[in-house]
C-alpha cells in the first residue's frame, strides 16, 4: 500500500504547523519523518494515518484522494491495513499480553479469541513468547513497545505508523525494535516513522526532513533494504517555504 502526501499544509491555532509537505511511502520501505521538536513530525504523520484532515493539500491511498472520507470509510482503512505503534504504546495494562495483541475475547472476557497461532508467532517474533497469559502491566518500557508491534505484525497491517518508537528505550531494546520494524518492511509494509533517534533514521530507506519553522527539506528514496545502514544522505531540494 503506498501512501501519499501531496502540498499538505496544516495550520492549528493560526500557526502552520506543517508547510506543503509531499512525500510517498511506497510498500516496502521505511520512512522516517526528522526535524527538531515542534517542526510538524508527528502532524505529518497523523495526517498520513488519517487521523487528521490537512488544512489544505490531500493524502492518497494507493492513489486515491482521501479528501472528504467520511468516518466510516477512514475507520475501515484502520481496520483492514494499518497499524499504529504510538508512544503510550496503546497497550491495555489489566488485560493479557494475549488479549492486547488479537484484540478479541469471548462475550465475558474469560476468553482470548482470535488464530492463537499467530498470535503465538507474532509474539515469539518480538521476543515475547510463552507470556500469553501475564498481565500487560507486568511487561517493561521495552516489552509494551514489543507488544504494540506484535499487535501489528499479527494484524497483517500493510502500512505501520510509529511515533517516537525509540525514545524511552536502552539500547538493547532500541535495536530490537528497529530491527522488528526494518523487518516489516522487508516483508513489504510500509513503516512510517517520526523520529529523533539517528540510529532509527539510519536504518529507514528514505527520510524527509522538517524545519521548525513549518518548512520541509525533503529526501528521496534510497536502493537500500530496510535495516541496512546508511551513510550520511544526500539532500535535495527544499520544499516549502521559509
Not at 19 to 27: D, E, I, K, L
Not at 32 to 61: D, F, I, M, W
Not at 140 to 164: H, P, T, W
Request: hydrophobic share 35%; proline share 3%; net charge negative.
Amino acid at each position: 500500500m503506498k501512501l501519499e502526501a501531496e502540498d499538505v499544509t496544516v495550520v492549528i491555532d493560526g500557526r502552520e504547523v506543517v508547510r506543503q509537505a509531499r512525500t510517498a511511502c511506497p510498500p516496502g520501505t521505511m520512512t522516517a519523518l526528522v526535524g527538531p521538536s515542534g517542526s510538524g513530525k508527528t502532524t505529518l504523520l497523523h495526517c498520513l494515518g488519517l487521523l487528521q484532515e490537512p488544512t489544505s493539500g490531500r493524502v492518497l491511498v494507493d492513489g486515491t484522494d482521501t479528501t472528504g472520507w467520511k468516518p466510516s470509510r477512514r475507520r475501515r482503512f484502520w481496520k483492514d491495513h494499518a497499524a499504529f505503534v504510538l508512544q503510550d504504546h496503546g497497550v491495555m495494562e489489566e488485560e493479557s499480553v494475549a488479549f492486547n495483541v488479537t484484540m478479541s475475547s469471548s462475550v465475558f472476557g474469560h476468553r482470548v479469541l482470535g488464530d492463537h497461532q499467530r498470535m503465538r508467532a507474532a509474539l515469539e517474533e518480538t521476543g515475547l513468547g510463552g507470556r500469553d497469559d501475564e498481565l500487560a502491566a507486568h511487561l517493561s518500557g521495552g516489552e509494551k513497545q514489543r507488544l504494540a508491534i506484535a499487535r501489528a505484525i499479527y494484524k497483517n497491517a500493510d502500512v505501520i505508523f510509529v511515533d517516537e518508537p525509540t525514545a524511552s528505550l536502552d539500547g538493547d531494546n532500541r535495536a530490537k525494535v528497529i530491527e522488528l520494524f526494518a523487518s516489516r518492511a522487508r516483508q513489504g509494509c510500509a513503516v512510517v516513522v517520526a523520529t529523533h533517534d539517528d540510529e532509527m533514521i539510519a536504518s529507514c530507506t528514505a527520510r524527509y526532513s522538517l524545519r521548525q519553522d513549518g518548512g520541509q527539506v525533503g529526501e528521496t528514496p534510497d536502493q537500500r533494504s530496510a535495516g541496512e545502514s546508511r551513510r550520511a544522505p544526500a539532500a535535495v531540494g527544499e520544499l516549502g517555504h521559509g
